[in-house]
């Protein structure tokens, strides 16, 4: 009865090689968002999705491709990886379209560049 | 867009003591602001919210006050225990639909 899961959890690769994250929820939110949390700890939103639809983009390398096939699922796709790329993602969900509700939270996928 | 300014950055107190972390914000369109404790390795999880038609909220040993006029709100943590150990998060957002987050305060309880 996991609310909002990731694969993988960890995930280490090479420079240079493509990488896919995948995320759902269960909890029918119809919102649903990427965040990078780098290692001190700061929580950047990268992308927001509502109902399928990309509504925020935020400055983030087009190497990072959001795809939402329905709304209970958001998958991150990242080209080319680069040793900056390292870092926490996290998948959130909340209610609705406003920023005015609660972030459920995936339990995150590691990254790590070599 | 909107700015989460939060302090401190780290913050150690002793079991038993009370902690309190500040924040504040930039867009006065703002109107729903929440708290997320991190614990290490896990995920940010909700502790406790306010909207801005609210000045205070408590939940036992926590509790969150907001002064709109000011544009700062804070978490307030009574006889802090060991394990209140984490990195708490504060965010606001309704202005822009885009939820802005704190940098974060790592909170040490030492026992």
């Known amino acids: 009865d996991t609310a909002v899961s990731q694969t993988p959890k960890y995930l280490v690769t090479q420079m240079g090689n493509d990488k896919s994250i995948k995320c759902e929820q269960n909890l029918g939110h119809d919102t649903m968002y990427w965040y990078k949390q780098d290692s001190k700890k700061f929580l950047k939103i990268m992308f927001s999705?509502?109902?399928?639809?990309?509504?925020i983009n935020e400055t983030v390398p087009n190497r990072f491709s959001p795809k939402s096939p329905d709304k209970a699922h958001l998958n991150l796709h990242i080209n080319s990886l680069e040793l900056g790329d390292s870092a926490v993602y996290f998948c959130a969900s909340s209610p609705g379209i406003a920023g005015g509700g609660e972030q459920f939270f995936g339990p995150g996928t590691r990254l790590t560049v070599l | 867009g909107e700015n989460v300014e939060q302090h401190p950055s780290t913050l150690s107190v002793q079991e038993g003591d009370s902690a309190v972390i500040k924040c504040t914000y930039s867009d006065s369109a703002s109107n729903y602001f929440p708290w997320y404790k991190q614990e290490l390795g896990k995920r940010p999880q909700l502790i406790i919210d306010i909207r801005s038609n609210v000045g205070e909220k408590k939940d036992q040993r926590i509790a969150v006050t907001l002064n709109k006029t000011a544009k700062h709100f804070s978490l307030h943590i009574t006889e802090t225990q060991p394990e209140d150990s984490a990195v708490y998060f504060c965010a606001a957002s309704g202005g822009s639909y885009i939820p802005t987050f704190g940098r974060g305060t790592s909170l040490i309880v030492h026992p």
């Open positions: 999705y509502n109902n399928k639809e990309l509504i």
